[in-house]
């Protein structure tokens, strides 16, 4: 499934300073039960959202109007756990482009990668930055630039770059994904695997 | 450059169909198993792409991530998990997938049926849509997790795109304690790295007390390898690998297998090879372990209390908070602390011989009134060796029912569900928040704690019940 072109991208940000957030809170296995990709956004995050009786809990960050905006900032370690993509079909389908981080899941991250939501990865320092921003003023804009590899604090200018493969970069600039660069080379595919031992 | 290579080396650049520049590798799939639930949308995208499955007979497909556990003979409740399993009976007839549906023969967990029946092997890439599919490591194979998306590829290419990952070796020396099994083995070392300790490694595991291991043992420390955050973990065969798979359904027979086994016996990491990172540990550090918080990497020797928040280097507000969900406080015990429930199966430990560790303590005793008890089996096959070896008839007269295979209460998406606020003495693999059922508590520990909780219906180290089987 292609997705919207990424280049540069400036939002508020959602604060989420929590470690080693799983995807099994980003999307609880119960919700895994459909067979399209529609409507993974509402169960976002479900059961630090809402109550058991659907009530939305109030203290959660998505619950509070003060936060919005296309990025979210969670903490280290994020996206551990389970390998389901579901997870990040959630983040996107919620609203958001971008998740920066200081550290996170591999699974996690080749998944967003795949399907249009750009993974930064940032100095644990950077991200103290970005929090404390935020929670100092919600109107924190941020930027995320792609073609040049910049996440910049906009209020104060405070900057750093991260790394992303030169595939996937014009894979994320182009709105292109992997099954349309392999459904291109199935012949060399097809030939290497008569050569195969098993 | 050197030209020794790892096992991991042997087995992932033998499968490189071409290096993309400034970019992955395009790495070629041996084996691909599917489940319900993370193939249905990815069935979809061949669809809409207008292709078809490339390899069919390099793909497998069983039904358990949703399933019932008790009368897979009468039609599916749950009106949405009933679709999954039609949708992937029929995706599977119309691309000519093998497809072992409920109540199948060989039905069972994925990553339980695919070593059973020989669809795994040495030296093979093995993709699976669950991170779980690190299990398969334990042949010496390439296996791990993917996403949806990857999972169409596979099924379209029987390609992924992936950078190859940084490797790591973990070394065990000595023998194990008295009552320490490979699931304590392995949530020691995840306690010692945490769940973060292996991302962008892939792990190979040596020493003394792997070679020891019996194969199931090795695929429930295989299994574990991405509670680390690692890709994967793998084994180098021996023995004890070529043994287990002789004979099996879909292992190679007659000159097959001879050439098979020219190059099985290949796999092993030519010495001298260099690691990223090198790990040993000391098999006499371990004891019985047990988790304590909302990650596998909060674990500890059963007879430890559980630590400070000043004590440990993560964050301190995410520790307290852990806490707070498991209603535990820091430097209480864990022994003593009263359960509710008890889980027996899973991909980690839903085999023949975990089912044997727990009726070793569970024999002549009775569970304790306060627990439920959920003994699930990971497969048919190993549901019949527990009715075979007469485990059942001792399981019974404890006060034990068995279920039926699947994934059940591991995460919860069928109506094994442990109700908030309780306590679940695990034998499975994660003991994130609400895993087991929203609300849910679990502590992740190995079978033969888990039996030792059923019977006396708290937490208790087991080498209290096993004194008098020494
Ligand atoms: S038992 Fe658990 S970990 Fe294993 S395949 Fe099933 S859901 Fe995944």
Redesign the interface.
């Given at each position: 499934?292609a997705y919207d072109k990424f280049e540069i991208l400036k939002s508020t940000a959602v604060p989420l300073?929590?470690?080693?957030v799983?995807t099994?809170?980003i999307i609880?296995?119960?919700f895994?039960?459909?067979?399209?990709?529609k409507g993974f956004g509402d169960n976002l995050f479900r059961?630090w959202r809402y109550n058991?009786d659907d009530t939305p809990k109030s203290d959660f960050v998505l619950n509070n109007p003060t936060y919005s905006g296309k990025i979210l900032v969670g903490?280290?370690?994020f996206g551990?756990?389970?390998?389901?993509?579901?997870a990040?079909w959630a983040v996107y389908d919620y609203g958001f482009r971008c998740v920066i981080s200081s550290?996170?899941?591999?699974?996690f991250k080749?998944?967003c990668l795949?399907?249009g939501v750009l993974p930064v990865q940032v100095s644990p320092e950077f991200s103290e930055k970005i929090f404390a921003e935020i929670a100092a003023d919600p109107n924190t804009e941020i930027e995320v630039n792609l073609p040049n590899q910049t996440v910049t604090i906009l209020k104060t200018g405070e900057q750093e770059s991260f790394e992303i493969?030169?595939?996937?970069k014009q894979n994320m600039l182009n709105g292109f994904?992997?099954?349309d660069?392999?459904?291109n080379?199935?012949g060399?595919?097809?030939e290497?695997?008569k050569e195969?031992?098993? | 450059m050197s030209t020794k290579k790892t096992l991991f080396d042997k087995v992932w650049d033998s499968h490189v169909v071409k290096h993309v520049e400034d970019g992955p590798d395009v790495l070629f799939i041996d084996r691909h198993l599917v489940h319900e639930v993370t193939s249905p949308v990815a069935f979809l995208g061949l669809k809409n792409r207008n292709v078809g499955v490339l390899f069919p007979n390099k793909t497998f497909a069983t039904a358990d991530h949703n399933t019932p556990t008790i009368n897979q003979h009468l039609p599916v409740k749950d009106p949405l998990s009933a679709n999954q399993l039609k949708a992937l009976e029929e995706n599977a007839k119309e691309h000519g997938i093998s497809h072992w549906g409920l109540g199948h023969e060989k039905n069972g967990i994925v990553h339980v049926v695919g070593p059973e029946y020989g669809i795994t092997q040495p030296g093979a890439t093995i993709v699976c849509g669950d991170s779980h599919t690190s299990t398969h490591g334990a042949f010496g194979a390439i296996a791990f997790g993917i996403g949806t998306s990857e999972v169409e590829m596979v099924l379209s290419t029987q390609c992924i795109m992936q950078p190859k990952p940084k490797k790591m070796r973990i070394n065990i020396e000595g023998e194990l304690n008295f009552g320490v099994t490979p699931k304590d083995v392995a949530l020691f070392i995840i306690s010692k790295l945490t769940t973060s300790g292996a991302t962008g490694y892939f792990v190979e595991y040596a020493g003394d007390v792997f070679e020891n291991m019996t194969m199931e043992g090795r695929m429930t420390v295989c299994n574990l390898s991405i509670e680390m955050g690692a890709r994967g973990g793998m084994i180098a065969p021996d023995e004890k690998t070529f043994e287990y798979i002789k004979g099996r359904e879909f292992t190679p027979k007659g000159a097959d297998w001879d050439k098979a086994m020219a190059y099985w016996e290949t796999l092993k990491t030519d010495e001298g090879a260099t690691f990223d990172k090198e790990l040993t540990f000391s098999a006499s550090d371990i004891e019985p372990m047990i988790t304590y918080g909302t990650n596998p990497g909060m674990g500890m020797g059963i007879s430890k209390s559980i630590p400070n928040a000043e004590d440990l280097e993560g964050g301190v507000a995410t520790y307290k908070k852990s806490l707070g969900y498991m209603a535990f406080n820091e430097g209480e015990d864990m022994i003593g602390k009263p359960i509710d429930f008890v889980f027996i199966g899973s991909c980690t430990n839903g085999r023949i011989e975990d089912f044997r560790a727990f009726t070793s303590i569970v024999k002549g005793r009775k569970k304790a009134d306060n627990v439920t008890a959920w003994l699930v089996p990971g497969s048919h096959k190993v549901e019949a060796a527990i009715k075979e070896e007469g485990l059942l008839d001792i399981l019974q007269e404890a006060g034990f029912e068995l279920r039926e295979p699947g994934c059940s209460a591991c995460l919860a998406m069928n109506d094994d569900k442990v109700p908030a606020g309780k306590y679940a003495v695990s034998t499975s693999n994660r003991n994130f928040e609400g895993r087991q059922g929203p609300g849910s508590r679990t502590l992740l520990a190995s079978p033969l704690v888990a039996a030792a909780a059923a019977v006396t219906g708290k937490v208790t180290d087991p080498r209290e019940l096993m004194k008098e089987l020494a």
């Open positions: 499934m300073p929590i470690e080693n799983d099994d809170q609880p296995a119960r895994l039960k459909a067979t399209e990709r059961d058991g903490g280290k370690n551990s756990g389970s390998s389901r993509e579901h990040a550290f996170f899941a591999d699974i080749g998944n795949n399907i493969n030169g595939y996937k994904d992997d099954i660069y392999l459904n080379i199935k060399d595919i097809t290497f695997a195969l031992p098993l | -």
